[in-house]
């Protein structure tokens, strides 16, 4: 898990999950909290302790976001864990279909 030294608003949770494409259940379950508590937070009308704002941060983190801090130079942002080439391979894998499950050979 990458750590920052900030907390995540709103409009960068929802932006972070828009570019990774995983819905805001996934992300709450990866993250340990309540849906709903996720939801309300990116909606903006509902709070996250700072210790469930980094679980969030973290659970976004795996699924392939990385989050930007505010600078001098700029705002802050999120951006693909991987490039682009490396997403359409990614993506190519895991729709091959069938179940994994572990070789006989």
């Given at each position: ?11 960068l ?46 659970a976004?983190e ?12 700029a ?15 990614l ?15």
């Amino acid at each position: 898990m990458t750590h920052n030294d900030f907390l995540i608003r709103p409009d960068l949770a929802r932006a972070a999950r828009a570019l990774t494409q995983v819905s805001i259940d996934d992300v709450a379950s990866e993250a340990g909290i309540d849906a709903s508590k996720a939801r309300a937070f990116e909606q903006g009308v509902g709070p996250l302790t700072s210790e469930e704002n980094l679980k969030l941060q973290a659970a976004l983190e795996t699924f392939g976001a990385v989050l930007l801090p505010e600078s001098d130079d700029a705002g802050y942002g999120v951006r693909q864990k991987y490039n682009s080439v490396k997403v359409a391979r990614l993506e190519n894998l895991e729709n091959e279909g069938g179940l994994a499950a572990d070789d006989d050979v």
